[in-house]
């Protein structure tokens, strides 16, 4: 067991460094920054001035050692707006954080009352009519739908604002404005997580254990919610772990700029607007150590819970 | 254009043709693709979705025709601030003296109304279309491509080769799908990577098919892992067939289902990334359309015409929904435990 965890925590510090190494490698080593930092009419000088400035007219190695040690020690400072970027990343974290619980609560549990529901009523119209709702869902891209909730249910009717982010000192505001964005992200999770359930659900159905339960007497529902449901939820529960920790990271771009929730997704598409690399590379390399680190502790917690996986 | 046509066609192209109409009296041994094709036409939905998608295509490939024949314009066409239309019998102005747009007419000129710089908002929709569909279905091809030869390599040879590919695989695997996209189409966009550059149409396909390797490249190889281990190899290998027969003669065939069922999956979700970081700037590069920058566009002064928003929007749903549905009933149709039908 410690083997594995061990072995397991190795292969993800490597996944990291990798991660490091090649958002650095995309990102600083490809055009020509000081160039572009420079502007378009800069004499060759200037740019010589501003490489130096910013330490580019070193050797690749150096820069990415020294760039990361500027990200990891907190020091890393956009080369565009002159903002130290992790202050800003803390300052819209607590939107990223209340859109990510709030909208994780939502979808999980609707997806499991969902797909509970269309494996249940398998092939009947209930299960088709929740079939071709969850295919709307996952077709639906969040900027579309926040558009058309931010128009309708808030320029049209008044009922919403129109986005922005308040927060929890003021509990009203901060609920009244994360509704819209919860539910605009919730929907795409609900459609593809209920399909999961629903699939999982109907595999285990034909399993041993299930006809057991059924012999030793237990109604239907018992059955479901001792057995079938326990059981089928463990793949569901590892999926919502490892969406979280995409939107923990500030996975959720679209939701969060198209709410204008200034949350770190918003950041990060400010950042690209801007071409400011260094705040891009901070977010990406946040975001991606949140899923690596997520993905480990879901398969360790496996392991744990189910000794099979151990051996394989 | 022909791109577009192939991944969403190809597996009912690969089926019917296999397929004998008046074979009633079917020896017991029916080969899989042809019971496939059976289930798959029986589920009248998935097969009319499945029709809208091709329809979608096919309208959104005559964009030039619809353009020059029937609006009498181009997609990147400004209509000057001082233009009219003539909408029965009345004149109005194209754009505004506030900078409002015209909305949809219902007419052969501005069907769909303006955009806030007197564009043909359908002329856009359909040339953004065939952007959109283009770019989806490069990306698939690219994704399974690759996806499936290093796949069936790292499961067939395992040891060094598997260790890389599976490493590298769970590296684009850490990114989530978005930011990852956003990273590449931002270097696209500024310095470009050799000679591909942000401004090639196509530069939005590449990234988006780089994105999803992993998500194809992991099933497959766990497939290539189980089937290598069965008999039929074993015997392929004491004919004297070598690694690279093995792979494509014996592994491929047995993998192909797989393939046809990511297909439509990933044409649905490359779809839809590109029209992400195309809403988010990162994608398609202005002025050229795709429904993601019409999409974005239309909102810039939200108010204005919300119909510039609806349109493109709703265009993207019903393609995306549509390879959704179809690909839903193909998987359906080749799953051996084929799920609904347990309750009966």
């Given amino acids: ?312 | 254009m022909a791109a577009a046509d192939t991944a969403g066609t190809s597996f009912s192209d690969a089926v019917s043709g296999s397929y004998d109409s008046d074979a009633q009296d079917l020896p017991p041994g029916v080969g899989p693709w042809k019971l496939a094709w059976r289930r798959l036409r029986r589920n009248k939905v998935a097969l009319f979705f499945g029709f809208i998608f091709v329809l979608l295509v096919v309208v959104c490939l005559l964009a030039p025709v619809y353009a020059h024949d029937i609006a009498h314009t181009s997609p990147n066409a400004e209509a000057g601030l001082t233009a009219t239309v003539k909408v029965g019998g009345k004149v109005k102005p194209v754009v505004n003296s506030i900078g409002i747009p015209i909305g949809p007419t219902w007419h052969a000129k501005y069907f769909f109304g303006a955009d806030i710089n007197g564009r043909d908002t359908a002329v856009r929709l359909l040339y953004g279309g065939r952007n959109s569909l283009e770019i989806g279905a490069v990306a698939t091809i690219i994704t399974m491509v690759l996806a499936t030869f290093f796949g069936v390599l790292a499961g067939f040879y395992r040891g060094w080769w598997d260790a890389v590919i599976t490493r590298f695989a769970d590296v684009i695997w850490a990114y989530p799908a978005v930011l990852l996209g956003i990273t590449l189409g931002t270097v696209f966009a500024t310095g470009g990577i050799g000679p591909i550059h942000g401004t090639f149409l196509l530069a939005p396909a590449i990234v988006v098919g780089i994105v999803y390797i992993p998500y194809v490249l992991k099933p497959v190889r766990a497939q290539v892992l189980q089937l290598r281990e069965r008999e039929f190899i074993d015997a392929a290998r004491q004919q004297g067939l070598s690694s690279t027969q093995i792979m494509f003669r014996e592994l491929l065939p047995n993998i192909s289902s797989t393939i046809v069922v990511f297909m439509p999956l990933i044409l649905a979700n490359a779809i839809l990334l590109e029209a992400g970081l195309s809403y988010l700037g990162a994608g398609v590069q202005p002025p050229n359309p795709s429904w993601g920058t019409m999409i974005a566009e239309g909102l810039q002064p939200l108010p204005a015409a919300f119909s510039n928003v609806l349109v493109p929007g709703f265009m993207l749903v019903i393609a995306v929904m549509s390879v959704n549905i179809f690909g839903d009933g193909v998987r359906d149709a080749l799953d051996p435990r084929a799920k609904v039908r347990i309750a009966r």
Avoid: C
């Fill in chain 1, 1 to 312: 067991m410690i083997r594995f965890i061990v072995r397991r925590i190795v292969a993800a510090f490597f996944v990291m460094i990798a991660v490091t190494i090649i958002t650095f490698l995309l990102l600083a080593a490809t055009g020509n920054q000081a160039a572009r930092l420079a502007g378009k009419n800069a004499t060759q000088q200037q740019i010589h001035q501003i490489a130096a400035q910013y330490g580019l007219d070193k050797p690749i190695y150096v820069q990415y050692v020294k760039t990361m040690k500027n990200i990891f020690t907190g020091k890393a400072y956009s080369y565009t707006q002159n903002i130290n970027v992790l202050q800003e990343v803390k300052h819209d974290y607590p939107a990223t954080l209340s859109l990510a619980f709030g909208a994780g609560i939502i979808w999980l549990g609707l997806s499991v009352l969902f797909g509970t529901l269309a494996a249940v009523y398998a092939g009947r119209t209930t299960d088709r009519v929740l079939t071709i709702l969850s295919m709307a869902g996952v077709s639906f891209p969040p900027f579309f739908l926040g558009a058309i909730f931010l128009y309708f249910l808030g320029y049209k009717l008044g009922w919403f604002p129109l986005g922005g982010y308040v927060g929890l000192s003021d509990p009203w505001q901060w609920f009244k404005h994360l509704v819209l964005p919860w539910i605009t992200l919730s929907i795409l999770f609900i459609g593809f997580y209920s399909r999961v359930l629903r699939s999982t659900i109907l595999d285990n159905t034909n399993e041993d254990y299930v006809r057991t339960a059924h012999a030793k007497g237990l109604t239907d529902g018992q059955v479901l919610r001792r057995h079938t449901l326990r059981n089928s939820m463990i793949p569901i529960i590892s999926l919502w772990g490892l969406d979280m920790g995409q939107l923990l990271g500030g996975a959720a771009i679209l939701t969060d700029s198209v709410f204008n929730l200034q949350g770190v997704g918003q950041l990060a598409a400010t950042a690209i607007a801007n071409l400011d690399v260094i705040t891009i590379m901070v977010i990406v390399i946040l975001t991606a150590f949140a899923v690596v680190l997520l993905s480990a502790i879901v398969d360790i917690l496996y392991a744990v819970l189910d000794p099979r996986i151990r051996l394989a």
